[in-house]
């Protein structure tokens, strides 16, 4: 079994009372190099204190890109960030935990004593306190995702000062120098500002305890140890592979410049707690039928692989059918293709472009998830069911989008609900190309293909960040005019998106500064219709016909059947 540490307070069998936790906390021997520099973290249960291990990931200075074929294309480089680096705690439990986390002296970005902290998202109203001005307190009753923020008023108020007398860009179409240097306008330098916790986060990722663990003793199971040399034929003979505590290093399997790791059908790869493996792991249904599954307490690493321009083969986990419980980090280029069940999971270490989130999730469902990207993050497509999850955006692109670029198929029934938005830092004057404050949006639909979109329900959304670009962008591009970036696919006026019937309910968004206001427009008339808003709550403020325009661009020529409405709630 993987490495597991009970804590039992008490036993009231006799009176019906039940134990007081349970604590599972996980080690990775040979992991001080992914260790985290900057926080402590131990957990309180039943008089008993248990140390899960914190990993550490911070955003490099630059980042070589790859042709498919292995050349270099190009080597990026990145200067001042608004999240520069996190550190993460994975542990397990049932029942009641306290959590103390503690801020080391030197932490970077962070000031101690500290004066304050928060744990997000607000929505889960889980309360804190400071200790000896270094350490946060708080308790967890149920498992949950969250980050917490040191010195979070402090940050925060930052851009409430911001905020004051800001009035957001009127139209992506006006002269863009103009527009930043108008005196009401304060959305200049926004990732500069960001400071505290918001630059070095601590993220909890707080499981339940493990079910459908596979059986190690199995004679068909392969126990694979650190440092010991595994073949994709040792891989291919064995039903579950298993990983134990430590590092192992997969990168350097398969063929260059994808190194993956092939995962047959019906076979099992079990990260226990503990195990950090660097590998790219791609389902195989030729070697085998049935389900492939990834699942544990373990991590999945790609700092050790390369950056390549291609979104399937590059992406850190490949259609695997069912991902469950493990955390993937620092991936090399994009993060999940495909899939049909996605649980309890982390993605974390997102530092370049091409770092997107989840995309080709046709008929899948995702849930109970901590989600981080750098690029594009949630990708809706066909009978897409996202549920329960937290999204932190870094600097690039949309948190929450309809998928942009797929030819000739129609994406319908999708839904998104209980998400919490809690950072989205794409800042306003990145790109002076129009794209660049054209298309991005926390929640978006931003197309350009021959794509039709029906029937998306997005409800019970709440986006509580310091700044956001725009909270919604919902365009149908055309890609003949020099807003469009070049890969998208060309439309015509025959050939184009086409979408018709997208409901926005009871969506909160508490931000002190938004830099643009929502776009809903159309490159083509006739093509966006039956958009719906209903209990839309920006800062304090419902959103109605009679106000829309304050929060809203709307091309009204261009959009068909649109609604702001309030709905009493239910009882």
Not at 247 to 260: A, F, R, T
Not at 312 to 319: C, F, L, N, P, W
Not at 338 to 345: A, E, L, M, S
Request: charged share 25%; net charge positive; aromatic share 10%.
């Amino acid at each position: 079994m993987n490495t597991v540490i009970t804590a039992l307070a008490f036993s009231l069998v006799a009176t019906g009372v039940a134990a007081a936790g349970e604590v599972w906390t996980y080690r990775v021997p040979g992991g001080e190099a992914m260790a985290s520099p900057d926080y402590e973290v131990t957990i309180g249960a039943g008089g008993k204190v248990y140390r899960p291990f914190v990993q550490y990931s911070r955003g490099g200075k630059a980042y070589t890109r790859y042709r498919q074929k292995g050349q270099v294309l190009e080597t990026r480089t990145y200067g001042e960030r608004g999240t520069a680096a996190h550190s993460a705690a994975t542990f397990s439990f049932r029942g009641k935990v306290t959590v103390r986390v503690t801020v080391r002296k030197g932490a970077e970005h962070i000031t101690l004593p500290l004066t304050g902290a928060k744990v997000l998202p607000s929505s889960y109203d889980i309360p804190c306190r400071i200790e000896e001005g270094n350490t946060i307190v708080f308790t967890l009753d149920q498992p949950e995702k969250v980050a917490v923020i040191p010195n979070h008023k402090k940050a925060w108020d930052v851009f409430v000062r911001r905020g004051q007398g800001h009035v957001p860009a009127q139209s992506w179409k006006n002269e863009y120098q103009k527009e930043l240097n108008r005196e009401s306008y304060h959305g200049r330098r926004l990732k500069a500002a960001l400071s505290e916790g918001y630059k070095n986060p601590l993220i909890v990722l707080a499981h339940g305890p493990e079910e459908n663990v596979p059986d190690k003793a199995a004679a068909d199971t392969l126990v694979v140890r650190p440092g010991e040399n595994v073949t994709q034929k040792r891989l291919d003979a064995a039903k579950t592979v298993w990983f134990v505590p430590g590092i192992h290093d997969l990168s350097k399997m398969g063929v260059d410049p994808w190194n993956q790791v092939l995962v047959g059908g019906g076979q099992t790869i079990y990260l226990e707690g503990g195990s950090y493996v660097f590998a790219r792991f791609k389902g195989d249904k030729a070697r085998g039928s049935g389900e492939a599954a990834i699942r544990g307490r373990g991590v999945i690493s790609g700092a050790r692989h390369k950056w390549v321009l291609n979104f399937q083969e590059a992406s850190q986990v490949i259609d695997i059918d069912t991902l469950t419980g493990v955390t993937i980090t620092d991936r090399a280029s994009f993060g999940i293709h495909g899939g049909r069940r996605i649980d309890d999971i982390a993605m974390l270490g997102a530092w370049h472009g091409n770092t997107d989130g989840p995309d080709y999730l046709d008929n899948c469902e995702i849930t109970n998830s901590f989600l981080m990207a750098h690029d594009d993050n949630l990708k809706l497509n066909h009978n897409t069911r996202a549920r329960h999850l937290v999204l932190w955006q870094l600097a690039n692109a949309h948190a929450i989008m309809v998928k942009e670029m797929r030819d000739h198929v129609t994406f319908a029934d999708s839904v998104v609900e209980d998400v919490d938005i809690i950072a989205y830092f794409k800042p306003p004057t990145s790109w002076k190309h129009p794209w660049g404050r054209l298309g991005p949006g926390a929640i978006a639909c931003v197309t350009g293909s021959d794509l039709k979109v029906r029937n998306f329900t997005f409800r019970d959304i709440r986006i509580e960040s310091p700044y956001v670009f725009r909270v919604f962008c919902i365009y149908n591009l055309d890609t003949n005019l020099p807003y469009t970036p070049k890969w998208f696919s060309p439309t015509s006026e025959s050939r184009h998106t086409r979408i018709d019937g997208i409901t926005f309910r009871d969506i909160t968004v508490d931000v002190p500064m938004i830099a643009y206001r929502s776009l809903l427009g159309s490159g083509y008339p006739g093509s966006l219709a039956n958009l719906h808003f209903v209990n839309v709550r920006i800062n304090g403020t419902v959103v109605t016909e009679r106000n829309a325009e304050t929060f809203f661009e709307i091309e009204r020529d261009r959009v068909k059947g649109l609604s702001f409405s309030r709905e009493p709630a239910e009882d």
